[in-house]
């Protein structure tokens, strides 16, 4: 346990947080062109149109400013729209309407998904109404302004996916689904935003009727480096309306998360600025400047007596001793292949177990008919039949022999993902599960076979009495050994799917 308690960390990041936003806004309203160029426009940032983790989320569960429906999940550090499950459905829009003639928005995301494809995308939108649930993208149809979509899966079938699509709409054009907007896009320019080592960053711009699209790819740390998409001029779109971030998922499915959202308000190189809504009283602001001096104080000596205390971890960053999200997924994913490990280890030690008992069988089996052999008794059974129980039991053996060889490949596939580490990704994880998948599938497949042959040599259908056996402790027949292990192998394949289930279940809310 950290000597740093969470109720004073959290005080203290809350007080980050209040004196980062006051005066931000003083920074913020230092034109552009003060620092190089003329024509830049002045650039201020609206706290109340946008949302940034930390603390995202407050504790129950609402973000400030903002609202969400349909299936979004908001968290301490970025909003979930839809988790990859199947027909999912989920928005975040601004409570109030904004009303600046111009504007940018910086939108960070992340498009995350088990397989190539990916299904359907996610949308950032501004329109004179909130439409938050239907069938564009998680959002209402027949909008009134712009969308910008990130479309991931390929309706059309012209293999121009992922792709980057602008529409506009004047509140009476439906969204044509079949061809991916292709027949009412304004601009349109392909790039692969799934799965990338960094987050993709999409900056919107608004400025004297232009409306611009740059994206950061994600292959590169740097925020500023941004490429052109899109730029679309004399566009009208309405002058108040709610900002938006929707998506949605289908047959396939995708983790759409989306980590910041921030706006600011442009003005125009010689024109005044618009006065902000409310200015903080100078008394205010250092009451708040000492209190969070104090607070930065604190939490400076908790984290001295910490490293006195555990100087095993002297000089690594405090961030680093915290589980991640990526972190918290890996160590299900290997709890979960353990247990799996543990439980055919265990079912292969049971079938050791009835292997040998059927040796033991048919070696009193073969020891009973040499000696009835030798003996030459009348009334028992005739040899050739005796040779077809031998023959029948041998094969018994050899099927048993297979099924431990498939039980034991199907040991060393999840030993093998234990020992490879971080290095895997989630997409090699799910193929080495299917191949097991497969071996069990084998299994019952060779149990199934077991059945017919032994129903086929049922003693029944033999008119011969077969020799009494001496007694034998816990002597196991052929028949109750098929059942057993036939009700073992549907109970065991039932418990590796209830499993995989459960953590792609729990993966999603994280």
């Not at 292969?348 to 030798?374: M, N, P, W």
């Amino acid at each position: 346990m950290m000597a740093v308690s969470i109720g004073e960390r959290q005080a203290a990041a809350a007080c980050l947080l209040i004196f980062s936003l006051f005066f931000h806004a003083t920074y913020a309203d230092i034109p552009a062109g003060a620092v190089g160029s003329t024509d830049a426009p002045h650039r201020r940032f609206e706290y109340k149109y946008s949302f940034k983790g930390p603390h995202l989320a407050q504790s129950d569960g609402t973000i400030p400013f903002w609202v969400h429906t349909g299936n979004a999940i908001p968290s301490s550090d970025q909003i979930r729209i839809t988790t990859s499950l199947k027909s999912q459905r989920g928005s975040v829009w601004t409570k109030n309407k904004m009303n600046f003639a111009n504007w940018e928005a910086e939108v960070t995301f992340r498009v995350s998904g088990r397989g190539r494809m990916g299904a359907d995308g996610l949308a950032i939108w501004f329109t004179s109404g909130q439409g938050l649930e239907g069938p564009v993208y998680g959002a209402a149809d027949s909008w009134n302004g712009v969308g910008i979509f990130f479309d991931s899966f390929d309706n059309d079938g012209k293999k121009n996916n992922p792709a980057i699509i602008v529409v506009g709409n004047n509140g009476k054009l439906i969204y044509d689904h079949q061809n991916d907007g292709s027949t009412q896009a304004l601009a349109t320019c392909l790039r692969d935003f799934r799965n990338k080592p960094y987050p993709i960053r999409a900056k919107v711009t608004y400025y004297k009727k232009s409306l611009t699209v740059m994206i950061n790819n994600g292959f590169t740390p740097d925020r500023n480096d941004y490429e052109l998409c899109a730029k679309i001029d004399n566009m009208v779109i309405p002058y108040e309306g709610y900002f938006g971030i929707s998506a949605a998922t289908g047959g396939v499915a995708d983790d759409h998360d989306v980590l910041s959202f921030l706006l600011f308000s442009l003005t125009e190189p010689g024109q005044q600025p618009p006065p902000p809504e409310a200015e903080i009283p100078t008394e205010e602001k250092e009451k708040y400047r000492a209190e969070f001096e104090n607070f930065q104080q604190e939490l400076d000596k908790k984290k001295e007596a910490f490293q006195k205390e555990h100087p095993d971890v002297q000089g690594e960053p405090v961030e680093e001793l915290y589980e991640s999200v990526n972190d918290r997924e890996i160590r299900q994913i290997f709890e979960g292949q353990s247990q799996i490990h543990l439980e055919i280890k265990q079912l292969h030690r049971q079938l050791a177990v009835i292997l040998d008992e059927q040796r033991r069988y048919v070696t009193v089996v073969s020891d009973e008919i040499i000696k009835q052999g030798a003996q030459g008794q009348p009334g028992q059974v005739p040899g050739k039949d005796l040779d077809m129980i031998i023959n029948t039991q041998q094969e018994v053996l050899r099927t048993l022999n297979e099924l431990r060889n498939s039980f034991a490949e199907s040991l060393r596939q999840v030993g093998s993902l234990q020992h490879q580490g971080n290095a895997a990704g989630t997409y090699e994880t799910v193929q080495h599960i299917n191949d097991i998948k497969e071996h069990l599938h084998i299994v019952k497949r060779n149990v199934e076979h077991l059945i017919q042959r032994n129903v086929s040599f049922h003693p029944g259908n033999f008119n011969i009495s077969c020799p009494e056996l001496p007694p034998m402790p816990s002597c196991l027949s052929t028949v109750h050994f098929v059942v057993f292990m036939v009700i073992q192998s549907i109970l065991f394949i039932g418990y590796v799917i209830y499993r995989s289930q459960q953590e792609a279940a729990a993966k999603k809310f994280f």
